[in-house]
């Protein structure tokens, strides 16, 4: 009888023996996971939306509201038809495109950088440069807020990993004063959960007084800050100097996906030879970086989105406290609202919903402080009516702040 039309083997129906747990045991530690993750109202859960959602989203990261403009989608559905559905291989062997040497090149110059490295997403981007600019030996400081994908690249690093305070350049110059190799600081340029900036030009300063690397993670910067949306280091007059590093990702203010490393050429270089990241992951798929050229273009022509972000972020912010609400001045278009509790903070992102408003929910461990908050987008394309919306419904929805 040929293998692919062999029967089944019988299953193993014998009863478990003394000599051993009984089949499936292996993971019964997941129910107590799950009991103890119920008891502090920690339980998450996916939520798939239909194509034509009717709530008003200030939950995802479309900061320019560009993911479903004409100009992108068409851009994203002409790639696939020219370069189909995926890249079919690693960048090194396959993946890489003439889009993604166009995307590449015209991210780099809008960003103000030498040269740019376009990665499957901004957790990856993270990862390699991490990871590929440090070694034993090396000495990482990080911020305590930083986001997941910087510290998980710390962690695989193998380096020496000082945790700094939150926004702290003190901290940072007496960490590096105490060593004498190779260093990096590594920060957000907007933190993701209030929505602060960090204080670039003092991080660097510190990083040139004793020799270090800077690496700032410009998600939540790009295409809100600077002029015209070309990112914190353009607006703090960092980009581009050669010794700072930027990553940023393709799937917030650009709508679409994956991230991108920017930096001088040389670093470029060594990520393509030795960024585990880039090596061997898929590259990018041909739809995802022509939605994003596409984007990264419309910016360029309309500079006005970048600042309407901003405004939007500003009146959330002062209409919510003036309501009573306590709520972190935004520094760009993330605006943290601050709950009582996790199970509070659940049962309002719920009840928002309910109202017809998608809000952001963050809670421990999601949060390095432990303190639950409401976190809202402002988006370049809100109206004003929705932002009246938007302010009413959380206003009512809001619990007693205890």
């Not at 590929?132 to 090396?138: I, N, Q, R």
């Not at 002029?227 to 709508?255: I, N």
Request: include cysteine.
């Amino acid at each position: 009888m040929p293998q692919d039309s062999a029967p089944p083997l019988p299953r193993d129906t014998t009863a478990p023996t003394a000599a051993g747990p009984a089949p499936g045991s292996a993971f019964d530690w997941l129910d107590t996971a799950r009991a103890e993750r119920q008891r502090a109202g920690l339980v998450r859960a996916l939520r798939p939306r239909p194509a034509d959602c009717p709530l008003l989203d200030l939950a995802g990261n479309d900061y320019l509201g560009l993911s479903r403009h004409p100009e992108v989608t068409h851009a994203a559905a002409e790639a696939a038809q020219l370069w189909g559905a995926g890249a079919t291989g690693s960048r090194l062997v396959s993946g890489s495109t003439e889009l993604h040497a166009r995307l590449e090149a015209e991210l780099a110059a809008f960003c103000g950088f030498e040269a740019a490295l376009v990665l499957s997403s901004g957790y990856a981007a993270n990862l390699a440069v991490v990871t590929a600019l440090t070694a034993p030996g090396t000495l990482v400081v990080s911020d305590a807020g930083n986001h997941a994908s910087l510290i998980d690249g710390c962690r695989l690093s193998r380096a020496r990993t000082e945790v700094a305070p939150h926004a702290d350049p003190e901290a940072v110059r007496g960490a590096l004063a105490g060593h004498a190799g190779r260093a990096l600081v590594v920060t957000d340029s907007v933190f993701s959960v209030d929505g602060d900036a960090a204080p670039l030009p003092a991080l660097a300063a510190a990083c040139r007084a004793h020799g270090a690397a800077l690496l700032v993670d410009d998600a939540h910067g790009l295409g809100v800050l600077g002029d015209g949306g070309r990112g914190a280091l353009a607006a703090t007059g960092l980009a581009g100097d050669g010794d700072v590093v930027a990553t940023v990702t393709l799937s917030k203010s650009l709508g679409s996906q994956g991230g991108a490393v920017l930096g001088p050429a040389r670093v470029i270089e060594h990520l393509v030879n030795t960024a585990r990241t880039f090596i061997f992951d898929t590259g990018l798929a041909p739809a995802a970086a022509g939605g994003a050229l596409a984007a990264l273009r419309l910016i360029g022509r309309e500079p006005g989105r970048p600042a309407r972000a901003g405004e939007v972020a500003r009146e959330l912010h002062r209409r919510l406290t003036e309501a009573g609400l306590t709520a972190v001045r935004p520094d760009a278009a993330v605006v943290s609202v601050r709950a009582p509790s996790p199970e509070a903070a659940v049962r309002w992102a719920a009840d928002c919903r309910t109202a017809g408003l998608a809000v952001g929910c963050f809670r421990p461990p999601s949060v390095p402080d432990g303190i639950s908050r409401l976190r809202l987008t402002a988006r370049a394309d809100l109206t004003d009516d929705q932002l009246d919306q938007s302010v009413g419904t959380i206003v009512a929805t809001a619990p007693p702040m205890i």
